[in-house]
């Protein structure tokens, strides 16, 4: 069953007029109550799988498009008969697999390099790109969540703008008339290198959109009448690395956030986490500084200078 819910702020705008209704619901401070544009994006409801997942505005649904379109697949394990490691047998192995943390049997074309176990709520889930199939032509722009609830295989994809993605990053293709035509196709060698550019946030502009949404997307999955689990503050503690600049560094350590640049302390602030796990909240001397967390796992971590500011990638330094 789907859902697809228009918000109240939406249709304000819509209107183009101030009834004395909607006026009374702006004075009110209910709108305020919105914090970020993810309150305002439509909702896609799995009644069989049990959850529920937003998406924009501009994003096509569950129809392919040539911009960026979300297709949510699921279906019970035990039905299962894909191709591509989607299908029974595979699924039952993975099952267990993530309920111990590990990534277990590839469905799918996964880059390698992309491959990691994402926890959403109190899920373990696949999250991996897929960036060709098959053939030396074959290009796609896909990133993939996988993970089951409720004895169904769910995979969320957000599929990139191919044509506009291709021309805006030219260095990571060639023409191979031989096999493709004039078509330009993968130089496969630099598929990793693609990957990492995008991960380290250094994509084309398009490119690092379609990457970076997909990320939020996830972050709004909810189970039904599951509250999230996640020991978020766990998962923090520790020193972290940025991926954009390797002498800046994070540290959470019993309540205190430390900033550091080439290993000299520069900041220091007290830090919480919001109860449903998606914000980290810093306050030093009364000043509050507040993160959207876009994805945490063992390894790596996203933050979301709010509002609607940086996206900051950090890896969590080895022990």
């Given at each position: 069953m789907i859902k697809r819910i228009l918000p109240i702020m939406a249709l304000l705008l819509i209107s183009g007029c101030?009834?004395?209704a909607e006026k009374e619901f702006n004075d009110s401070g209910r709108a305020k109550a919105i914090e970020d544009e993810t309150d305002l994006w439509m909702v896609y409801e799995d009644q069989d799988a049990a959850f529920s997942i937003k998406y924009p505005h501009d994003v096509t649904l569950n129809e392919r498009s040539d911009g960026l379109?979300?297709?949510?697949?699921?279906?019970k394990v035990e039905t299962l008969e894909g191709t591509m490691g989607y299908n029974k047998e595979t699924a039952e192995k993975n099952v267990e697999s993530l309920n111990n943390g590990e990534y277990g049997e590839d469905v799918d074309w996964p880059i390698e390099s992309s491959k990691k176990v994402r926890t959403v709520s109190s899920t373990s889930a696949q999250d991996f790109m897929v960036l060709s199939?098959?053939?030396?032509?074959?290009?796609?722009?896909?990133?993939?969540?996988?993970?089951?609830?409720?004895?169904?295989?769910?995979?969320?994809?957000?599929?990139?703008?191919?044509?506009?993605?291709i021309e805006s990053s030219p260095d990571f293709f060639k023409i191979d008339s031989e096999n493709c035509g004039e078509e330009k196709v993968w130089d496969l060698d630099k598929q990793d290198e693609f990957y990492d550019e995008l991960k380290a946030n250094a994509g084309s502009e398009v490119a690092q959109n379609w990457f970076n949404l997909f990320d939020r997307i996830v972050n709004t999955i909810s189970?039904?009448?599951?509250?999230?689990?996640?020991?978020?503050?766990?998962?923090?503690?520790?020193?972290w690395i940025s991926l954009d600049d390797d002498q800046s560094a994070i540290e959470f350590n019993d309540g205190m956030k430390f900033d550091y640049y080439a290993d000299e302390p520069v900041f220091e602030a007290s830090f919480e986490v919001s109860n449903d796990g998606k914000y980290?909240?810093?306050?030093?001397k009364d000043e509050e500084i507040k993160y959207e967390i876009m994805s945490i796992s063992n390894n790596y971590l996203d933050l979301l200078h709010l509002p609607r500011g940086n996206i900051l990638k950090y890896m969590k330094e080895s022990e």
């Open positions: 101030i009834s004395p379109t979300l297709l949510v697949e699921s279906a199939r098959f053939d030396v032509c074959s290009i796609v722009f896909e990133r993939k969540l996988y993970f089951f609830n409720n004895d169904n295989q769910v995979v969320v994809t957000l599929l990139g703008p191919k044509d506009e993605i189970f039904e009448g599951e509250a999230p689990t996640i020991d978020t503050i766990s998962l923090l503690n520790g020193k980290l909240i810093t306050t030093a």
